[in-house]
């Protein structure tokens, strides 16, 4: 059995300090039962815990960490930014590098700009949406994840396109009434909401990742496109999590897609909190100073995290998103393998280096088919694997990663874990 000394009594004294003792819930493992692991140290694929446990990372800091952990470059641009002053409130070269570095990956981004995370680059992005537009409403994918702000924190009401209701406590019905829920690869269900409302944008991640990994449909971004320029609306990509991950152009390219406005975070940032928001130079003209929608931040385009930023963007190349590729392709025959020989039902959906093991007997491609998976068949898979030495997302529905630091023998470990803990929990 793992050591869990340490680990547990940092839970305890954490748990008198911050709610369900973490700074952000899914880690507290309330999907998967148990204490959470509290890690000390990283390097390359792997994570050390405070009581020595070592495990293969497959989570990578929920997507950002696309190099690992502590690339040596990466803290090479740290180190040598720190030590000459690490934010001043006023513009740096880093920053013009970074955004440059980003239109020429994405050439959508025409004008854009940077904030501290991935809910500050929604929440704008949105807003900017509304102020070009002069309209209020907004259609949201149910099941789809944007950050926590008010707005789009809607769950789904009943029937198939529904007004918003408030998806949290503290969430006035105010808030999210300008929130229209349709479920995600529904055509239909968009096409009914564009007619019945006054829609400011859709906001979409190309390729759902919150809901565990769910691939578009086959035409289904084309789809929505067409109707926000049938209906006049803009089209926001969050690609938190897959710009930079599926490709160096992210989803919007893989997919042919152009988006109005493209929201980034996690891998941009390069393990720092960074995010972006940024489209159509006449869009982002909105933006104070240069337009009327107001947003603003002490810490934006912070120093560290340009650095670590453009560290890592320049070493994305073809290359990398092939290799990254490969390894994926070489986790899902593994896994696909596995799966076979113990005889659980289970779908493993993958986009590249990002993919989800949904205990399900059919594909999953929207929320509701999502929710039918078995999240205690999952639960129990999460402990079997993290007592082998692999540390996985600690609920059903995320997504894991793969990193340019794992190897094949990595994922040939992974794979072999898999068989063992399918057959313990068969
Ligand atoms: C993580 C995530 C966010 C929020 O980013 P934070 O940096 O956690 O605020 C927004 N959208 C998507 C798709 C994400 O995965």
């Not at 990283?42 to 950002?64: I, K, M």
Request: with cysteine; proline share 5%; aromatic share 8%.
């Amino acid at each position: 059995m793992r050591k869990t000394v340490v680990s547990d009594a940092l839970f305890e004294r954490a748990r008198r300090l911050f709610p369900g003792g973490v700074n952000s819930p899914v880690r507290a493992f309330k999907a998967v039962g148990g204490t959470p692991v509290f890690l000390a140290r990283g390097q390359g694929a792997r994570v050390w815990d405070a009581d020595g446990n070592s495990y293969l990372d497959f989570l990578g800091s929920w997507g950002p960490l696309i190099l690992g952990h502590a690339d040596p470059d990466v803290v090479a641009a740290i180190e040598s930014t720190a030590r000459r002053g690490t934010s001043f409130g006023a513009s740096t070269e880093r920053e013009v590098l970074l955004g440059e570095a980003i239109r020429a990956a994405m050439p959508s981004m025409e004008r854009m700009r940077f904030v501290s995370s991935g809910t500050e680059a929604t929440m704008s992005a949105l807003r900017v949406a509304r102020g070009y537009t002069g309209r209020h409403r907004f259609i949201k994918i149910d099941g789809g994840y944007h950050g926590h702000a008010d707005a789009l924190l809607a769950a789904a009401g009943s029937g198939v396109a529904t007004l918003g209701l408030p998806g949290s406590a503290g969430v006035t019905p105010g808030a999210v009434q300008d929130t229209i829920i349709v479920p995600f690869n529904d055509e239909e269900a968009m096409e009914a909401a564009f007619a019945a409302n006054q829609i400011a944008a859709v906001i979409i991640e190309p390729i759902p990742a919150n809901m565990g990994l769910v691939p578009p449909g086959l035409g289904y971004l084309q789809s929505v496109r067409q109707k926000c320029d049938a209906y006049n609306a803009l089209l926001i990509f969050d690609e938190v999590i897959s710009g930079f991950r599926v490709g160096r152009g992210g989803a919007q390219t893989l997919f042919g897609v152009r988006p109005d406005l493209t929201c980034l975070g996690k891998i941009v940032g390069g393990g720092l909190p960074l995010g972006v928001f940024g489209g159509q130079s006449v869009i982002m003209s909105e933006v104070a100073p240069e337009g009327p929608v107001y947003q603003a931040g002490t810490l934006s385009g912070n120093p560290l995290a340009m650095a670590a930023g453009l560290a890592v963007l320049r070493k994305l190349d073809q290359a990398a998103y092939d290799r990254l590729d490969a390894l994926g392709r070489r986790l899902e025959a593994g896994i696909k393998g596995a799966l076979a020989a113990s005889g659980v039902a289970a779908q493993f959906q993958r986009v590249g280096s990002a993919f989800t093991l949904f205990f399900s007997a059919e594909p999953v491609t929207d929320f509701a088919s999502a929710k039918r998976a078995d999240t205690g068949r999952y639960a129990r898979f999460f402990h079997e694997m993290l007592d082998r030495g692999i540390y996985l997302p600690p609920a059903q529905l995320e997504a894991g990663f793969i990193s340019l630091a794992h190897q094949e023998n990595d994922i040939d470990a992974f794979v072999a874990a898999s068989r063992e803990a399918l057959a313990t929990i068969h």
